[in-house]
């Protein structure tokens, strides 16, 4: 069975937004925070946004330890991964 680009394009994007409607308003809400830190970080440094998008994302999975990704964040989640990403600004003030 051969599938259009447009096809594919359409599969994708419907996948995409599957995967965004799992999660709640409160933590699509804290990943915006957190991109917006990673453009802050590489507006006005030296670092690149996907290098400071990779830090913050890997000290909040690992303060966690139950989480391989951000996409399994969850409300419960927040609480802790809130206080690291306060934790890791502080110490880069």
């Not at 051969?2 to 594919?8: A, D, K, N, S």
């Not at 957190?34 to 990779?54: D, F, G, H, M, P």
């Amino acid at each position: 069975m051969e599938v259009t680009e447009e096809q594919l394009d359409r599969l994708i994007e419907k996948k995409l937004n599957e995967r965004r409607n799992h999660a709640s308003p409160a933590v699509l809400e804290f990943k915006e925070e957190i991109k917006n830190w990673a453009k802050e970080q590489s507006n006005n440094t030296q670092v690149s946004y996907s290098a400071a998008l990779n830090t913050i994302n890997g000290v909040i999975r690992m303060k966690l330890k139950n989480i391989r990704s951000m996409s399994g964040l969850s409300d419960s989640d927040l609480p802790v991964a809130k206080q690291a990403m306060k934790e890791l600004r502080q110490l880069l003030e």
